[in-house]
């Protein structure tokens, strides 16, 4: 699944790449001939972008955990202070 969609991404890329009229980043390297033609470069171009994916979910997840518990922080803190929170 996540293989797909990380060559989902590159296929979009490459579609607003070319709708703008911009060169790809392989065009005139010789690259997108290797790509195609070398199973190891694609395969490895596939565990980047599922690194990458990876990576962006545990950030997000950090991000969510570390908003979570300043939130708790503040419970707890106002419940230490005497205070109630909301009904």
């Given at each position: 699944m996540v293989r797909v969609r990380a060559e989902m991404e590159s296929?979009?890329?490459?579609?607003?790449?070319?709708?703008?009229?911009?060169?790809?980043?392989?065009a005139?390297?010789?690259?997108?001939?290797?790509?195609?033609?070398?199973?190891?470069y694609q395969q490895s171009r596939d565990?980047?972008?599922k690194t990458e994916l990876e990576l962006s979910a545990v950030t997000a997840r950090e991000e969510y955990l570390g908003a979570l518990s300043?939130?708790?922080?503040g419970v707890s803190q106002n419940h230490a202070d005497g205070e109630e929170g909301p009904d």
């Open positions: 296929l979009q890329e490459q579609l607003k790449r070319q709708e703008k009229g911009a060169p790809s980043p392989d005139g390297t010789g690259s997108a001939e290797v790509s195609t033609v070398n199973p190891l565990e980047l972008r300043e939130r708790k922080k």
